[in-house]
């Protein structure tokens, strides 16, 4: 779901992108309970993708956040943004 993610921001789509990554990060945690599933740099990603499709939809605050979570989990590119 984070390549299609991906897929959909340079689609200019960011409310599906945001809702792809939601959906990957959301299903990570009901299958677990936790962030388990998905290995910490899968999530750093997701959560990067999530605050670029934010941005994209003017949510610059959320877009921090994510960024910030993302940039935790070791994604530098968080960072960028």
């Known amino acids: 779901k984070i390549h299609q993610a991906l897929c959909l921001i340079k689609?200019?789509?960011?409310?599906?992108?945001?809702?792809?990554c939601t959906s990957a990060l959301g299903?990570?945690?009901?299958n677990s309970g936790m962030f388990d599933n998905l290995p910490t740099n899968?999530?750093?990603?997701?959560?990067?993708?999530r605050a670029?499709?934010?941005l994209g939809l003017g949510d610059e605050e959320g877009a921090l956040d994510d960024a910030r979570?993302?940039?935790?989990?070791?994604?530098?590119?968080?960072?960028?943004?």
């Open 11 to 20: 689609l200019e789509d960011h409310e599906a992108a945001k809702a792809a």
């Open 27 to 30: 299903e990570d945690v009901a």
């Open 42 to 49: 899968i999530r750093g990603r997701a959560f990067h993708r």
């Open 52 to 54: 670029k499709a934010k």
């Open 69 to 81: 979570v993302g940039s935790f989990l070791g994604d530098g590119r968080a960072v960028e943004l």
